[in-house]
């Protein structure tokens, strides 16, 4: 079976501190994506990793993928209340579709 | 350069109705998935489309059915309306390996 996990599924960050977001998938695949959604709103792409050892960073934000491990990580370093939003980790297991996990709900006190 | 519309953006129906959503996708791209998120879920796949060809199906009945156009717009109709498919409907567009989603279209079933 397709399974895609995320973990932890909400996080309480305080301002200037370091997270890390775990997304673990149980079959092979070299593509994985980190979409943020805000409240109402559509899915906002932040990172497509497409190989194993991929690390990609964007602001506070960075993405790596270890496809032997089956796991990707998002860590955000000292977050700021920005970055309150949901975030999901996305698995395309085949061409044709992305399997997306339950999604992480950080929410970022001062 | 438009990204991803789809419309309406909001939609109320009764039980046992039928609907109609559209999604014009992003210029260049070719292929069309269609994802529903419920309150609190990550999104899950409807199906792709592709060449006006249903390419992939997930697990969704039968009521759910799509077309794409020749210009690669695309629309999903829903028949006979239940109750628990009020949701998020994300339509994404594709050319490649990247996906672009539209803001979406939240239908509610009374």
């Known amino acids: 079976e397709l399974k895609v996990e995320q973990n932890p599924l909400f996080l309480s960050m305080q301002e200037g501190k370091n997270y890390t977001i775990y997304c673990n998938y149980s079959?092979?695949?070299?593509?994985l994506y980190w979409y943020r959604q805000d409240p109402g709103k559509s899915l906002e792409s932040l990172f497509v990793?497409?190989?194993?050892?991929a690390v990609k960073q964007e602001g506070r934000l960075m993405a790596s993928l270890d496809t032997k491990a089956r796991l990707s990580t998002l860590h955000i370093t000292a977050a700021v209340h920005d970055l309150s939003a949901t975030y999901f980790c996305?698995?395309?297991?085949?061409?044709?579709?992305?399997?997306f996990g339950a999604g992480t709900t950080v929410t970022v006190r001062a | 350069d438009a990204g991803v519309t789809q419309s309406p953006t909001h939609l109320i129906k009764t039980r046992g109705q039928q609907v109609t959503l559209r999604c014009s996708p992003k210029s260049g791209h070719d292929t069309v998935s269609w994802y529903q998120q419920a309150l609190g879920q990550g999104p899950q796949f409807i199906f792709q489309?592709?060449?006006?060809?249903?390419?992939q199906r997930g697990n969704f009945p039968d009521r759910f059915s799509g077309h794409q156009f020749p210009n690669y717009s695309s629309e999903l109709n829903v028949n006979a309306l239940l109750l628990g498919d009020s949701a998020l409907y994300l339509c994404?567009?594709?050319?490649?390996?990247?996906?672009?989603f539209g803001s979406g279209t939240r239908l509610t079933v009374v």
């Open positions: 994404a567009s594709s050319e490649g390996r990247g996906y672009t």
């Open positions: 990793l497409l190989s194993n050892g």
């Open positions: 996305a698995v395309a297991f085949s061409d044709y579709k992305l399997s």
């Open positions: 489309y592709y060449e006006e060809e249903e390419r």
């Open positions: 079959t092979t695949s070299d593509r």
